[in-house]
């Protein structure tokens, strides 16, 4: 599959924001959508909200590549998939992420990413999938209790994600040339 980590992490962190401590969040204090808690889970011990505010942009990438893109396999869903459900997981965790993925494509939601799964994503159509996704995902977020605070932003970002996760989905497969495909370098190979 096309790999679209860096595009995904840029949509989520722009639309994480940056240092937030709003009363209403469960999460507490965050920066670039990484609570404290995750911070000190990462980081082996007690961090403070001034921790929590100097993270790095960097540091924020490994964590979202280890703790979030690896466990929803980011690597091996469809262009556009991939974008909803790690964004899905960065706002409610990977199990969520992954049932609401297993339920859209009809199988039992158990939390747990199995391959059948995941080739199941890769030979689905994906811009309905992802249209399906986005929906899922609203109609979960509907349900919390904190909608009615957080449901402006919740909504604009599921819309543009759904945007830019259709995009991708329309963006052909990178391929990975060789020599012999590609001239420039043959040429430059029998020059050596």
Known sequence: MRHHFDECLAFTLRAEGGFSDHAADPGGATNMGITRATLA??????????????????????????????AVRGDELPGGVDAVVFDHAVNSGPRAAIHTLQGALGFKQTGVLSRRCVLAAQGADYAALVRKLCAARMDFLRRLSTWLVFRRGWTARIESLEKMALALCAKPPKRATTPAQDPSRAAAQTQE
């Open 41 to 70: 889970a990462v980081r082996g011990h007690a961090v403070s909200k001034a921790d929590v505010r100097a993270l790095t942009r960097d540091e924020a990438a490994d964590i979202y590549r280890s703790l979030y893109w690896k």
